[in-house]
């Protein structure tokens, strides 16, 4: 069955730098687009990022465009999300998100865990 | 870029009840809209995709509707285990937006 990890979470100061990673499993990664997607405490979703399958195209949600670098690794089956100048908004559960399909019109169908970021002084 | 907006932000309701929750675009997106359920401590789940299709596995209470602009979340017979905070989400273009949520409770 599907299966998305994520892991690299944790308390870091303001400023700082995180690369987050989801480890794929059950389906062949390298068809699929992938997404991230956090959520602040006790808030709503917010999409993040984006990138299709072959690593061919990007998009990022503007809050985010030019900190944050989404890339994927298909021999790995894993994606990462690089995140520079951290700030405490940046605070959320980060979860990774499968595509239904290879592009960027698409709807997520399975989700991870989600890791936890917390920026903090 | 398009903004979601949801209503209402909540919403309590009896079991049994019928429950309408709205999704509104700022533009037009054809049908590019899901709903997600979450849980209170879960992971968003996938209800609905293309504004109607019911996903494997979803109770046939849920149904959606809508295109353009307008859509809609119903529950026809809302039960205890629906308690959740729901999401639309248009994915016609970046940036995939989500709406600000609905949380449903239970009478």
């Known amino acids: 069955q599907v299966q998305l990890v994520e892991s690299g979470g944790g308390v870091v100061q303001p400023g700082r730098s995180l690369r987050l990673s989801c480890a794929a499993s059950?389906?062949?990664?390298?068809?699929?687009?992938m997404h991230w997607v956090r959520q602040a405490p006790g808030k709503g979703l917010e999409w993040v990022a984006f990138?299709?399958?072959?690593?061919?195209?990007?998009y990022y949600e503007a809050s985010v465009r030019g900190r944050f670098t989404i890339s994927r690794d298909n021999s790995k089956n894993t994606l990462h999300l690089q995140i520079n100048s951290l700030r405490t908004e940046d605070t959320a559960v980060y979860y990774c998100?499968?595509?239904?399909?290879?592009?960027?019109?698409?709807?997520?169908?399975?989700w991870g865990q989600g890791t936890l970021v917390t920026v903090s002084s | 870029d398009i903004q979601m907006t949801q209503s209402p932000s909540s919403l309590s309701a009896s079991v049994g009840d019928r429950v309408t929750i709205t999704c509104r675009a700022s533009?037009?997106?054809?049908?590019?809209l899901a709903w997600y359920q979450q849980k209170p401590g879960k992971v968003p789940n996938l209800l609905i995709s293309?504004?109607?299709t019911l996903q494997s596995g979803v109770p046939s209470r849920f149904s959606g509707s809508g295109s353009g602009t307008d859509f809609t979340l119903t529950i026809s017979s809302l039960q205890p285990e629906d308690v959740a905070t729901y999401y639309c989400?248009?994915?016609?273009?970046?940036?995939?937006?989500f709406g600000g949520g609905t949380k449903v409770e239970i009478k």
């Open positions: 998100a499968k595509g239904h399909s290879y592009g960027y019109q698409d709807y997520f169908d399975y």
């Open positions: 059950g389906f062949t990664f390298s068809r699929y687009g």
């Open positions: 990138m299709s399958y072959d690593g061919s195209d990007q």
């Open positions: 533009q037009g997106i054809s049908n590019f």
């Open positions: 293309a504004a109607s």
């Open positions: 989400q248009k994915y016609n273009s970046a940036p995939h937006a």
